[in-house]
């Protein structure tokens, strides 16, 4: 337990290292560069105080079914049973539905960003990786704003060795309650661009549910 505590302290203090460096890598960007960009600067520097957390998960579709408020297979009339108990057999067994992500800025300016790398878990299991070229600006004064992700999951890949029964049950219930993605961990490294030249955060984010577990 010890050197569990140890090894946390040490991950957080780098943390901190890497988000020092980071905003100080913003100042100096200041002096160098002209005024039409300074605003983008400024964007991605009150970026590293803004918050995020898993917003709602809608459009939930397996094997092209809509399992949305499915919790299980008997919940399903017999021909879509039908054709997801096919479906799960085929070499390809697609999960398909829409993120989104809310983000709030509690600058006095707003924050932004260009580029999202991300990584979807759900139950702590990796399921897909992927990028969001997509501008997005986070308004000020603890204003927020969705950003809303498709993704694309083929289960048969992400739960290979797992029987049939446990994919299909895997894939139903993942809408919790008020569309909560409560078996969903987001992680999430944003980027901008400042005259000309890419500015990655440190690290990567790890979204769930609630604000204040993503620091």
């Not at 979807?120 to 299991?125: A, F």
């Amino acid at each position: 337990m010890i050197f569990d505590c140890y090894e946390i302290t040490n991950d957080n203090r780098l943390m901190r290292t890497y988000k020092t460096l980071f905003i100080t890598s913003i100042c100096l960007l200041i002096f160098f560069t002209s005024c039409d960009v300074m605003q983008q600067v400024s964007q991605m520097n009150n970026l590293t105080k803004c918050d995020f957390r898993l917003e709602s998960v809608q459009q939930l579709n397996l094997a092209g079914i809509n399992v949305q408020n499915v919790k299980s297979i008997s919940d399903l009339n017999m021909f879509d049973a039908a054709k997801i108990a096919s479906a799960v057999g085929s070499q390809k067994f697609p999960l398909d539905f829409t993120l989104n992500i809310e983000a709030k800025n509690p600058n006095t300016t707003a924050a932004g960003m260009n580029h999202i790398d991300w990584i979807l878990l759900i139950d702590d299991i990796e399921m897909t990786s992927g990028i969001l070229d997509k501008q997005v600006t986070i308004p000020a004064n603890n204003g927020t704003t969705i950003i809303p992700m498709q993704m694309h999951v083929d289960l048969q890949k992400a739960l290979s060795g797992k029987s049939a029964d446990a994919v299909i049950n895997f894939g139903l219930n993942l809408a919790g309650t008020g569309n909560k993605p409560t078996r969903f961990t987001l992680k999430m490294k944003p980027t901008i661009t400042v005259g000309g030249f890419p500015i990655t955060y440190p690290g990567y984010l790890n979204i769930k549910t609630e604000y204040g577990v993503n620091q």
